[in-house]
């Protein structure tokens, strides 16, 4: 583990997409959202310069246990996300159902779940996401917000997957479009 001591100053306006963020913020609201059996949970947050901005947290993630409405809390590992946007029609269909696929987002990295809950509150604004690599500490009033550690090993990007499919949500790599494209072809032959 490499140690620093690091005030956490990521603000709103520093999260990237596909990047991972140490933040710290005041939770103002918890609400969680069904996704076909899975919950997904919506918070509203505040970050140190006043600006609201939504997190959503995985149905995996432990991290909301010990959060608190009004509390400060340092969230490590926040992976930063965009919009869904409908893509463009790659013209290609899903191998599990015959939807359309679309390409991936850093999103739909994150869970079937989460693009749903995503999609469903029609987010329009970058948004933060919790998931299983994140953790969440609350800064008790009389210490200061200071990042004392941050393992070694922790990748702080995420890729998404190459296309996800519009209707079943199914993940599929380029690898598997051009096999099952190079399948088909061989077939017609």
């Known amino acids: 583990m490499a140690s620093h001591t690091d005030t956490i100053d990521t603000m709103y306006a520093d999260i990237e997409d596909g ?5 710290a913020v005041e939770l103002v609201t918890r609400r969680a959202i069904d996704c076909d059996g899975e919950h997904v949970h919506r918070l509203l947050v505040t970050d140190q310069s006043g600006r609201q901005f939504t997190v959503l ?3 995996d993630s432990e991290a909301l246990l010990g959060l608190k ?3 400060t809390h340092r969230i490590s590992g926040l992976l930063g996300a965009v919009p869904l946007t409908s893509g463009d ?3 290609a269909v899903c191998p599990d159902c015959g939807g359309q696929l679309r390409p991936g987002q850093v999103v739909d990295a994150a869970g079937a779940a989460v693009t749903q809950a995503a ?6 604004e970058p948004f933060g996401i919790i998931d299983v690599r994140t953790t969440v500490r609350r800064v008790r009033d009389d210490r ?3 990042n004392d550690w941050t393992p070694m090993d922790d990748d702080r990007s995420v890729s ?5 499919c519009a209707s079943c949500g199914c993940r599929v790599d380029a690898y598997e479009l051009r096999e099952a494209a190079e ?5 017609e032959n």
């Open 57 to 59: 947290a995985t149905p």
């Open 89 to 91: 029609d790659i013209g």
């Open 69 to 71: 409405t009004g509390g």
């Open 183 to 187: 399948t088909d072809q061989m077939l």
């Open 119 to 124: 999609s469903q509150l029609s987010l329009d």
């Open 144 to 146: 200061s917000l200071v």
């Open 19 to 23: 990047k991972r963020h140490d933040i």
């Open 160 to 164: 998404p997957p190459d296309y996800v």
